[in-house]
């Protein structure tokens, strides 16, 4: 829409931000139909000519456990052989040492490991406890740091478990701790359930601080369950933070929480931003395209705001 959102600036919040675009890995995990390589290959490529600095590509987990990614192998080769070098720039998940090989075996550069807040949802995604966890993840980081590679730790059910309840700040802050300790570059802190709400985000926030971990080495990571996802950005920008996740066109959930809807939209994302002044790099016209593309590709409409709002009368 011309000259829409108008820019009217807040003051105190950071100038620019980061977009980490999970959507062909968070956003894509769920969906029961298998997607074509080729078709998520063509996702990844059209999500970097939008202009999102990051995409996160796939994860290099068991097929047994999201038979979705099965091709993650595949999916890496084909991006390689499309994007050359700067497919090795493309963060992947890995959950474990084999996972790393893998990634290390295709020359990539970034990767992730995925932790829990909660023994429940530790047990049900990792078949571990939250203390028995990071003897996995310590040889993973380990090794990654010593083949050059940047490491990023997910931490999810931040906000609110749905078998344990709330979940303790400071036992939040112990796990983002011990992972940082680790030799994780960043910590993106999951509301896996979208629970999250403003005061929590920045008491949360707040409380990594006062442990001496400042909002630089901080993303968040916003489901939308209940309309607070972009409350929940506003209240981290005020705390500091210019590193949020997102998935284009909203898509995707969390298979071990079968309360929790889509991502925050990057569409919706992006259109909060611009009218705040907050620079970000991203072309809306182009991503929320891309996102009525994936949308036929999957056959639904998508669920993020912003797209349908912006999505012609024909189509």
Not at 22 to 39: F, H, K, M, S
Not at 159 to 180: H, K, M, N, S, Y
Not at 218 to 246: E, I, P
Request: glycine residues 10%; aromatic residues 6%; hydrophobic residues 45%.
């Amino acid at each position: 829409m011309i000259g829409l959102p108008m820019v009217v600036p807040e003051p105190g919040l950071p100038a620019a931000v980061t977009i980490y675009e999970v959507g062909p890995r968070d956003g894509l995990q769920n969906e029961q139909g298998i997607i074509p390589t080729a078709t998520k290959a063509a996702f990844v490529r059209r999500l970097l000519a939008a202009g999102l600095p990051i995409v996160e590509a796939t994860s290099f987990v068991h097929p047994r456990w999201v038979p979705q990614l099965a091709d993650a192998a595949d999916l890496m080769t084909a991006l390689r052989a499309e994007l050359g070098d700067a497919a090795a720039e493309l963060p992947v998940l890995v959950p474990n040492e084999r996972g790393l090989d893998r990634a290390v075996e295709l020359g990539l550069r970034h990767v992730a490991v995925f932790a829990s807040a909660t023994d429940t949802f530790a047990e049900r995604n990792l078949n571990r406890t939250v203390d028995s966890q990071f003897e996995m993840f310590a040889p993973t980081v380990d090794r990654a740091l010593a083949q050059g590679m940047d490491v990023r730790g997910y931490v999810s059910m931040c906000f609110g478990d749905p078998w344990e309840g709330a979940v303790p700040i400071d036992q939040v802050v112990a796990v983002g701790t011990r992972l940082l300790d680790l030799g994780v570059g960043q910590l993106s802190l999951g509301d896996t359930i979208g629970v999250a709400t403003a005061g929590h985000v920045r008491a949360l926030v707040a409380a990594f601080a006062a442990a001496g971990i400042g909002p630089e080495r901080l993303a968040l990571h916003f489901h939308d369950t209940y309309g607070q996802a972009l409350t929940n950005v506003h209240a981290g920008l005020q705390a500091g933070v210019t590193t949020y996740d997102a998935s284009a066109g909203g898509l995707g959930g969390c298979p071990y929480a079968h309360s929790a809807t889509g991502n925050l939209a990057t569409e919706d994302l992006v259109w909060f931003l611009t009218g705040l002044g907050i620079e970000h790099g991203v072309d809306l016209t182009a991503v929320a395209a891309t996102s009525r593309w994936m949308a036929a590709e999957l056959g639904r409409p998508s669920p993020s705001a912003v797209v349908r709002a912006l999505t012609p009368p024909t189509e």
